[in-house]
């Protein structure tokens, strides 16, 4: 089967081949992103890398940085067993004995060196180092910068040389579910994962008008029900002079631990915006919540909020047409900006932009 067929991966995304080789799948991914594109390949064996180059000297591809380096959870030398079929170098199983040293890296060290902000899609093929990289990519959900996950991840599993196959795929779904990839499927030896936060087109959407509104926004921002990191827009706000997560559980990502509809621990009128990201389709009374942020908010202060719709498919406490949502904050904010998201003539989501003009008896 071809793994790469089943996530449409679009021109112009940025991608990353862990465990490229000699760069079969490499030059299937430039294809598919596109000149506008960009593909990251990891490739640590001398042997592989020079094939990989050349194939891509030969071919004119510019859009590709081959790295040699090997995917793992930590940084250091390592050793990998040569394999008779280039291809199947390995880190973990044994191979021919022929060990060869070469460097390793991990997740976030190496988006930090791309200086990375976003990533679109991942393919992790890296003979038996799976729960590695997976567990490399799960240690640093602790930092507050905002971690760079993939969108989606293709996974080939190697279980036919673990010796406790079952315990290895389910490490696999441990770390997986740690780091938000709940929406998966199994075929053959891949795994397909796409995480949480992605909502298909509909964060991409929101993520394009958050920014656009975000980015001439300046002093104090709250960013309401941000989770542990998965909604963490830190970077969308340049000009603001402070940002803080706010969210009712505690986790080295939220720096406010506070419920929406009650935000005792922020002061009145000390945010110039509040963005509060779906999380009005979870809480438990919108008009506490909606109230709660006008109090926070400054005089002329902005909200930029989402409003799940109805054509949004899965299960949500609340759910909106964009004129029940538009009347939901003209009762506390003048609405400056209304876009409906939709998908195939439904509306699937609402974001709207609103200032505090007036004020609200509680």
Known sequence: MD???????????????LGAGTGISTLKLAKMVGPNGLVIALTPVFENYRKLVAALIKNKIENVVPLMYA??????FDWIDLSDNPVSHSMIYPRTGNK???????????MEMLQLKHLDFALIDVEGCEVKVLDSMARRLGVREP????????????????????????????????????KRIKKSIYIFAEHKS??????????????????????????VGSGPDWFNYRRFFPKATSYFNVDKLADVN???????????????????CVVASFILGVVENVDNALREIHRVLKADGVILATFIGWGY????????????????????FTCDVVTPYKEQDDTVCTFIKGRKERHVEN
Do not use: C
């Open 3 to 17: 793994e790469l067929s089943i996530f449409k991966i679009k021109p112009g995304s940025t991608v990353i081949d």
């Open 71 to 76: 995917a793992s959870n930590a940084t250091i």
């Open 100 to 110: 060869r040293p070469v460097v390793t890296v991990e997740w976030h060290l190496l």
């Open 147 to 182: 971690h760079v996950l993939p969108d989606k991840i293709v996974l080939e599993e190697h279980l036919r040389h673990e010796p406790k196959p079952e315990e290895t795929l389910q490490q696999i779904y441990e770390l997986l579910d740690k780091l938000g990839y709940t």
């Open 198 to 223: 992605t909502f298909s087109g509909l964060r991409l959407a929101f993520l394009a008008w958050l920014k656009d509104q975000a980015e001439k926004v300046k002093g104090t921002v709250y960013n």
């Open 254 to 272: 939220v720096d406010i631990v506070a419920d929406v509809e009650n935000m005792e621990p922020i002061k009145k009128q000390t945010a110039n």
């Open 313 to 332: 498919k899965d299960k949500m406490r609340h759910k909106f047409t964009e004129a029940e949502a538009t009347e939901y904050m003209n009762q506390y």
